[in-house]
């Protein structure tokens, strides 16, 4: 028994020694050509947590990562260091394929993948994760240029371009492409055929020899701030049991022979739903029918087949219904907080029963709660610019209660108080309109005095009998209000500042007002907002939550400002302030100092 703890002491030693040297080996970093003189001898060598960096050239070879969790990057980029898949060695012409259950830790980044050919020409994974970046795959024979089956990759940054097959295919899994370019290829741009939860983000599909993407089997799938454009066979088709969404996504330019130009869908044997929110449909067209849409059924239990929502959908153009062409059999679409523009004469051809349209403008008018068929006064229709004029009739016109998301086409914030009537509410189409900064103007400003910027808050300041003058104070500086009660009027003495700001947010405008000197008979507020160049009420707060209008008995002068918090319905609308001071009778001038924060600029020519 004495002998057995010893070797039991060296056995844990033995143990802890290489448990220490693993995480040595783990982060070895070799270099091809220096250390190994091709990428796969390297990549054959190499164990888990390996980093493989390759010098700039051209590699004639066909990868195979093995399952290995290693990092096989360029030196210096994909523009000078190219993998040739053209001359395979192996049984296998993909010019990088995964297909051992690598995970997210198998990483290639940062090369140019060419010459391959086959099912996954360029980058082929089979049940497998990895991660690629940076890379750009091209001039691959027919075969999809990327291919996915059944695994969960991340494709980030790729360009795929001028292969002589389709670009990407996700085949099952759970998939991720973000900030990738699909350009130039034959056949689509992108097909999501089965899998559950792929998401498309930041991406661009443009002319390619078939539709922008292709979407069949896929469940739950996302394409978020996307591009679908000039396309040859429609920017984006959809057949049988795909649901999923399209958000702040833009879909110009493409043509169809059939379908419709933008989306088709087509239900053959079984049901479907997509729903688009904030997406720009514009100058698509066909040879058919539904320039934007062309819908083919649905039926999807529990869910409106078709939803269009917050869209604008302009110049498109067919024999048939220039913007949306709808079948619904015995599913019911929706069109809301839309606009549907310079169309054609027939914008829209369907059953009354198939669709709901409400909230929407509608050139030619359609039936519908809450339509209309003014002039929407986009701004530049002509030169692609489709967002709004100030004065139209889309602003604040929307049903909140159709719409989910927060962010408009441009990506900023949506339901702002666009038309100024106080009321925060969503505009029509794709785009919120963002009014210009509040012109203090509405009130008998004199400017004289000089140009008020936008990095200035503007502060009135003058005395009953005087002409106003105008001051400036940048937001968070003091600037003091004097009163004076001259002899030959022995009433109170008013003096006043209006401040005219915008609340910052999520912050209130804070108004502070200290007695710098003399003896006060008090000092109000009259806070106003102003909507359309009237001024109505506004909610005032001290510091301490209290709402009340402020007017404060005589004291001496205070140790701390008090401050007024300006919060005009929850709405970011101009607003004004105006701050009297009183003092006794005959009593030496006086002073008030008034500091503002919390504020955003306003403007004055």
Request: glycine share 12%; with cysteine; net charge negative.
């Amino acid at each position: 028994m004495r002998f057995l703890l010893p070797i039991a002491r060296l056995g844990l030693a033995v143990l802890l020694a290489l448990l220490l040297m693993a995480p040595i080996a783990a982060q070895v970093t070799v270099h091809v050509p220096d250390d190994y003189p091709t990428i796969q001898g390297a990549i054959d060598a190499a164990a888990d947590g390996w980093t493989i960096l390759v010098r700039k050239g051209t590699y004639v070879e066909n990868i195979d990562f093995l399952g290995k969790a290693v990092v096989l990057e360029s030196t210096d980029g994909p523009e000078v260091t190219i993998i040739d898949g053209s001359e395979p060695q192996t049984r296998h012409k993909n010019v990088v394929r995964f297909m051992n259950d690598e995970t997210p830790d198998t990483v290639l980044r940062g090369f140019t993948l060419r010459g391959g050919s086959g099912t996954g020409a360029g980058i082929y994974t089979n049940s497998a994760s990895p991660t690629i970046e940076s890379c750009v795959v091209r001039e691959c024979l027919p075969g999809t240029a990327v291919h996915n089956y059944v695994g969960s990759p991340t494709l980030r940054s790729i360009v795929v371009e001028d292969n002589q097959g389709p670009g990407i295919l996700l085949h099952f899994g759970v998939p991720e492409v973000r900030d990738c370019i699909v350009r130039n290829n034959r056949g689509d741009g992108i097909s999501l055929i089965g899998g559950y939860r792929a998401q498309v983000v930041d991406s661009l599909f443009e002319r390619n020899d078939g539709s922008g993407c292709y979407l069949s089997y896929a469940a739950m799938f996302l394409f978020l701030r996307c591009s679908f454009v000039g396309n040859q066979k429609g920017g984006c088709s959809a057949v049988d049991n795909a649901y999923g969404e399209f958000v702040q996504c833009r879909i110009e330019d493409n043509e169809a022979k059939y379908g419709g130009g933008g989306l088709t869908g087509i239900q053959y044997n079984r049901s479907f739903a997509i729903r688009l929110e904030s997406c720009l449909l514009a100058r698509n067209s066909t040879g058919e029918r539904g320039g934007a849409v062309c819908w083919f059924g649905g039926d999807f239990p529990g869910r409106d087949d078709l939803v269009l929502e917050g869209c604008t959908i302009v110049g498109n153009a067919a024999p048939e219904a220039g913007a949306v062409w709808l079948n619904g059999f015995d599913g019911q679409s929706r069109i809301s907080n839309s606009i549907l523009w310079d169309n054609g004469d027939s914008p829209i051809i369907a059953r009354e029963e198939d669709l709901v349209v409400g909230s929407s403008l509608i050139e030619g008018g359609y039936p519908g709660d809450g339509n209309f068929l003014e002039n929407p006064l986009l701004v530049d229709p002509s030169g692609g610019d489709y967002r709004l004029s100030p004065g139209s009739i889309c602003i604040d016109r929307g049903q909140e209660t159709y719409h989910r998301s927060s962010l408009d086409l441009d990506v900023q914030c949506r339901v702002l108080d666009g038309d100024r009537d106080g009321l925060e509410r969503i505009d029509l189409g794709c785009y919120e309109y963002r009014p210009e900064p509040f012109d203090a103007r509405l009130g008998t400003v004199n400017t004289a005095g000089g140009a008020v910027h936008r990095a200035d808050v503007l502060l009135v300041n003058g005395s009953p009998g005087d002409a106003e003058r105008v001051a400036t104070v940048a937001v968070g500086e003091s600037v003091q209000l004097d009163v004076a009660s001259p002899p030959s009027r022995p009433t109170p003495t008013r003096s006043r500042y209006v401040v005219y700001a915008w609340p910052g947010e999520p912050d209130p405008l804070a108004v502070s007002i200290q007695e710098r000197s003399g003896t006060f008979a008090g000092w109000t507020v009259f806070p106003t907002v102003f909507s359309g160049g009237s001024p109505r009420p506004v909610r005032i707060w001290n510091t301490f939550g209290h709402e009340r209008i402020l007017g404060r008995p005589s004291s001496a002068t205070d140790e701390a400002p008090t401050t007024l918090l300006f919060r005009p319905g929850g709405s970011r609308v101009p607003m004004s302030a105006t701050v009297q001071g009183f003092i006794k009778d005959n009593a030496a001038p006086s002073a008030l100092a008034v500091a503002v924060t919390n504020a955003v600029v306003v403007r004055v020519e």
